[in-house]
């Protein structure tokens, strides 16, 4: 019986040491392929960078000249110029991903980061008349991140949500929630908002229509990877939810 015992504690243990290896050789595929993209997302963001800061000077100095002379000309300069940003925009965010690897990874309470994010935001808020609640878990564990890198998705999600809305409420929140398929509970993040009315509602599903909405919560899904994070969308009646998830 003791022998039998004694067995069956050792299947158990080869068990659990199978689980982790396949685990940590999932997490090495994982990591490979995000190298592989960020090399590539690095190599974009330079090779389009200069080229783009060349047309924006050719802006300004058209601008310049063009204003005084053609009321249509300026807009039209207006309007590439508000592309040019977006493009920049593009660039940064591809720039952010491709610097995975100087993370600084410790310990950090998931609450203060959004607290932290939240400040960032703080005049968007304030200029969008954009009222806060906050419903945070008092007995959050830690989660081991690179504080940088989350906050800046959490501060992406933040404005895009903030300039598409406009006038409304956003609740920030954080809970502990349990899985049958896990052990350990997930600790999740959400930010929702909510429009102030339907046309102001309506308003913000056409702005993230755009390439650029998706293409933020792309380089967001792959930046929290790096940590066992996962984030989804969930369009409302009146607004919409982002659920950030980590593994405990």
Known sequence: VQAESELRATLADARQAHEQLRSAQQRIVQAEGLEAVSTFAAAVAHE?????QTVVLGLDYLRDSVMAQDEHGAVILQQMVEAVDKADAFIRGLL???SHDKRDIRDHDLNELLRQSLASVDALLRNG???I?????AAAPPLRVDSRSVKHVFVTLLTHEIQC???GKLTVSSRLVSSEASQRPALV???ETRAASEAAHDTALERKKNSQANFRLMVSKKVLELYGGKVEYTGTETGGRYTI???T
């Open 96 to 98: 952010e991903f491709s």
């Open 189 to 191: 993040a959400e930010l």
């Open 245 to 247: 998830s980590f593994k």
């Open 165 to 167: 809305m406009g006038e």
């Open 48 to 52: 389009v960078k200069n080229p783009l």
């Open 133 to 137: 609640v906050e419903d945070f878990c």
């Open 129 to 131: 008349n954009v009222s």
